[in-house]
Structure formats: structure tokens, C-alpha cells
């Protein structure tokens, strides 16, 4: 299964001009503000982690808002756009080339989670179980099933969408701070911001 979604996920970005789509998903700003108003204290110890990260565009975003990240995802071709636009931006960030099947992170290591456009029921509410601190954040958007009526989608498979709620119902143990469904002008999405108790 991953040696598939490796192979698939570097063929798309072998053929990708690096710098493009380079702006910061627009939930991970608006959900940043949320914390950082809530957590002062953040200024003290700020490790995150973007799960499944991509050309790392968010990690870098949070990188330059004074986070020490780990951007972790199976493609060494997404991460080398990743490090192209870490270099082309001055910012810093530990790029690790793993499979979120087997990777674990150490226990209680990260103050914020983020997670864009990847879908896995299992691992993902595993890692951030384990990896996030008492009190960590997690921020998380992908595609709900109404994303499969947009005719401009290249999303097919139903079983990488969500259905009506199940983004909450996969972090029902976490304190709930927001969560919307939302139809944008080019995607339909659920957006989460969590907080481990
Ligand atoms: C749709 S892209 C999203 C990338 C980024 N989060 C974004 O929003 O642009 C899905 C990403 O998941 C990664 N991926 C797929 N399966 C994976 C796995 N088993 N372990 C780690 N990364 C994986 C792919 O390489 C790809 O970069």
C-alpha cells in the first residue's frame, strides 16, 4: 500500500515546477491565531509536526512563525520541492522521509499537530494520540465527500473523503475547539482545531 502511494505520490511531484503553490492553507492561519491567543505560554516550547507534509509549504509557514518543525512524508521528491522552498525563504526545517504506516513519533514530543489534504483513519489518530503533549494542538483539513460531486475534482476515491462529521468523531476523545464543514469556490473540506486533553 505505501510503496504504492510512494511510487504515485513522486511520479506527481517529479513532474512539478518547484514554487508553486507556496501560500500557507488558509486554516492553518486563522486556527494559529486561535492558539496563539489561547497559549501564551507557546513562546517557551514549540515543536510541531506536519503529517504527510508534502512540497511542505505549511511547515514552512510555521517555521517562520518561530516553530521548530518536523515536515514527515513518504515522497523524497515532495520533500526536495519542500527544501527548495525552505532555501528560496530562509526557514528551517527538519524534513524526515518516513512512512506515517510505521512511523511513530516519541510520546508527549509535540505542542501542535497540523494535518492537509491526507486521509488515514488509523494512523493519523494514532501518531497525534501519542506524539502530542497533554494540552497539544491539532489543526486538520481534508476533503469531504461532497468534494466527489465537484466536477473540477481530481479526488475519486471515496474512501479518502469524509463523511458528515467523521473528523470530529476521529478525535472525539480531544477537546473539540472548532470544527466546520465547508463548501470554498475549489474544494469541499472538513476543518478541525483540537486539543489534546
Ligand atoms: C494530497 S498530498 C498533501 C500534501 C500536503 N499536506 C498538502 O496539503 O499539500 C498527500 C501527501 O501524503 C503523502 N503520503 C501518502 N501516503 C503516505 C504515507 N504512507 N506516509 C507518509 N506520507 C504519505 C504523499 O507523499 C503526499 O505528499
Request: aromatic share 4%; hydrophobic share 25%; net charge negative.
Given at each position: 500500500m505505501s510503496t504504492t502511494d510512494r511510487n504515485r505520490w513522486n511520479g506527481k511531484y517529479a513532474h512539478r515546477p518547484a514554487a508553486t503553490f507556496v501560500d500557507a492553507d488558509e486554516w492553518l492561519i486563522e486556527a494559529h491565531d486561535t492558539i496563539t491567543q489561547n497559549t501564551p505560554d507557546l513562546t517557551v516550547t514549540r515543536r510541531a509536526v506536519d503529517l504527510?507534509?508534502?512540497?511542505?509549504h505549511n511547515s514552512v509557514w510555521l517555521a517562520q512563525h518561530g516553530w521548530d518543525v518536523d515536515g514527515v512524508d513518504i515522497s523524497i521528491e515532495g520533500l526536495g520541492l519542500a527544501e527548495q522552498l525552505a532555501t528560496k525563504t530562509d526557514a528551517v526545517v527538519n524534513w524526515v522521509k518516513a512512512d506515517l504506516d510505521n512511523w511513530r513519533p516519541d510520546p508527549?514530543?509535540?505542542?501542535l499537530a497540523v494535518v492537509f489534504r491526507f486521509l488515514d483513519r488509523v494512523t493519523v489518530p494514532q501518531i497525534v494520540n501519542t506524539g502530542l503533549k497533554p494540552g497539544g494542538w491539532l489543526i486538520y483539513e481534508t476533503f469531504a465527500a461532497?468534494?466527489?460531486?465537484?466536477?473540477?475534482?481530481?479526488?475519486?476515491?471515496?474512501?479518502f473523503t469524509l463523511s458528515t462529521g467523521e473528523l470530529r468523531q476521529l478525535f472525539d476523545e480531544f477537546e473539540i475547539v472548532a470544527f466546520r464543514e465547508e463548501t470554498l469556490q475549489d474544494r469541499s473540506v472538513q476543518r478541525l482545531l483540537a486539543r489534546r486533553r
Open positions: 504527510a507534509c508534502g512540497i511542505g508527549d514530543s509535540y505542542d461532497s468534494e466527489l460531486d465537484r466536477a473540477d475534482s481530481h479526488i475519486r476515491n471515496p474512501a
